[in-house]
């Protein structure tokens, strides 16, 4: 009689704590998700502006601003990657599970990141332009990577994805 309210009690424990992991998993990649979308969104604003020497509507302030937050969202997501959230098998995120196969890789590429983003932070609020194409092509290569690398794409969202991290900033990139 005691065996099967143990299992009861057991399996009751085991299933909260797998559904609280799966909740918890959900909200991960969903502030992933959201964070990821606003540097995109970010980085497609302040590529124009490293491209033309021309004065624009979008200037120096905002491409500050816009730096400094693409450096904050990835502080921000750098531990937004707990193993809970590897719900890649159940097509709730579009990281593939080599996220948590090769963490070190994967911290190494997202460290490129923030160091590139911070770089190009400085640079931008120094007014070094050449400095800031630098950072911003280091960025793109190490968003590109780590996206090759770890991300599922849709064939729909590839030619936008390699757009942006392709052309003029790998021509003088140094790492």
């Known amino acids: 009689m005691f065996k099967p309210l143990i299992l009861f009690i057991s399996l009751v424990f085991v299933s909260q704590t797998i559904g609280s992991d799966f909740n918890k998993g959900i909200e991960t990649i969903e502030l992933r998700k959201s964070a990821m979308q606003g540097m995109w969104l970010r980085i497609k604003r302040l590529s124009p502006y490293l491209d033309v020497d021309e004065n624009?509507?979008?200037?120096?302030?905002?491409?500050?601003?816009?730096?400094?937050?693409?450096?904050?969202?990835?502080?921000?997501?750098?531990?937004?990657?707990?193993?809970?959230?590897n719900l890649s098998t159940k097509n709730y995120t579009n990281a593939t599970p080599?996220?948590?196969?090769?963490?070190?890789?994967?911290?190494?590429?997202?460290?490129?990141?923030?160091?590139?983003?911070?770089?190009?932070?400085?640079?931008?609020?120094?007014?070094?332009?050449?400095?800031?194409?630098?950072?911003?092509?280091?960025?793109?290569?190490a968003c590109g990577t780590c996206h090759s690398s770890f991300r599922r794409l849709l064939t729909s969202d590839l030619a936008n994805e390699v757009s942006a991290w392709s052309g003029k900033y790998l021509e003088n990139c140094s790492n």
């Open 56 to 85: 624009l509507e979008y200037g120096p302030e905002l491409a500050q601003q816009d730096a400094q937050d693409i450096s904050l969202l990835l502080e921000q997501t750098l531990d937004l990657w707990p193993s809970y959230s």
């Open 98 to 141: 080599a996220v948590w196969v090769l963490p070190e890789y994967f911290n190494k590429l997202y460290n490129q990141a923030l160091i590139s983003s911070k770089n190009l932070e400085n640079n931008l609020s120094k007014g070094d332009f050449e400095a800031s194409e630098k950072a911003m092509c280091n960025l793109g290569n």
